[in-house]
């Protein structure tokens, strides 16, 4: 099928992680032109390099600093020119169970920097970009979380930098059209998924059979079927009339449990 994404110039951030390094690939197959951000694992950013065959640079960023990502997108404006398609990807889920009334005003401020403060100011110098480069086309995808849109206990700090994410889809969805006459704006938020980032909590069978009793399809996501959703998000051509939406990848979780711990099969993940 046609996607209209060959010569697009995109961003990935946390293009290095799980869904970031599937994302690249499905796009880079598409033959997009790539700016791939990552934060600090440069190893991680290498085998992401080694699955690429088109063309693609690589650019390091705090993306919480407001002067980092501004000369993050300069770089890319002198390497590639206009940016087409933002994918607002990267973030941090602090994996210890910490209930509000212990946890930490430090470890609340990183994670709003990080994943609403980034995930802002990626947006705000990308819609400068489009400011300065007008063109009808323009694409943002966020990756939010089921954790904005249930809510996560012990992970309060997360949950809510994922239903800040939703306050910049459904006013940006707004914004955008007077920079890209079609701009649009949309929200991927998966439920769990296989990635470096819930590898630890993978190890551990009774919290995987616990999380898939949500679930009508019991299986976890792979970072491919996050990754295939962002691309149809993207494309002009297949989402052209989508904006201001938030689709869900979780095997249809709906917050309650539906199973009992004997009718999951831990073979069938
Ligand atoms: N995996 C899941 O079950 C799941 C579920 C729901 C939502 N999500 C969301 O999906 C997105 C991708 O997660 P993933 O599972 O692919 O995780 P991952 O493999 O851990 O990747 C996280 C990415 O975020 C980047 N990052 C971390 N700190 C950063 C900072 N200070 N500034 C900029 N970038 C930073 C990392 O870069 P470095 O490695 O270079 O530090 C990495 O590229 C996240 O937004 C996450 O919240 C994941």
């Known amino acids: 099928m046609e996607t209209g994404l060959r010569g697009k110039h995109v961003l990935i951030t946390g293009a290095n992680g ?70 607002v990807n990267h973030g941090i889920w602090p994996e210890n169970y910490i209930p509000a009334h212990d946890m930490t005003l430090q470890q ?4 709003i920097a990080i994943n609403l403060t980034g995930a802002f100011l990626c947006s705000k ?3 400068k970009n489009l400011e300065a480069y007008p063109e009808d086309f323009a694409s943002i995808t ?3 979380s089921t954790a904005g849109i249930f809510g996560e206990a012990g992970h ?14 459904l006013s940006l969805k707004n914004e955008i059209v007077h920079l890209a006459y079609h701009g ?5 938020a998966p439920g769990w998924t296989i990635t470096p980032m819930t590898e630890k909590f993978m190890q551990d069978h009774t919290g995987i059979k616990s999380v898939l009793q949500t679930m009508p399809l019991r299986k976890l996501a792979r970072a491919e079927d996050i990754a295939s959703t962002i691309l149809f998000l993207s494309s002009d051509k297949l989402a052209g009339h989508i904006s201001g939406q938030i689709i869900t990848v979780a095997g249809g979780m ?3 449990k539906l199973f009992e711990s004997d009718e999951i099969n831990i073979d069938k993940i």
């Open 156 to 169: 309060v700090d997360y949950s809510v930098t994922k239903f800040g994410l939703q306050g910049l889809v």
């Open 125 to 127: 110098h990308f819609l």
């Open 254 to 256: 709906e917050g309650r």
């Open 142 to 144: 966020y990756v939010g």
């Open 108 to 111: 609340w401020d990183n994670t």
């Open 18 to 87: 799980g869904i970031g390094q599937a994302t690249a690939v499905l796009f880079d197959k598409e033959g997009a032109k790539l700016s791939l951000h990552y934060h600090q694992n440069e190893t991680s950013a290498k085998e992401l390099e080694s699955k690429l065959k088109g063309d693609y640079s690589f650019f390091q960023a705090n993306l919480s600093s407001d002067t980092s990502v501004k000369k993050l997108m300069n770089q890319i404006n002198q390497n590639n020119g206009r940016l087409d398609i933002l994918i």
């Open 184 to 188: 649009r704006v949309n929200l991927v």
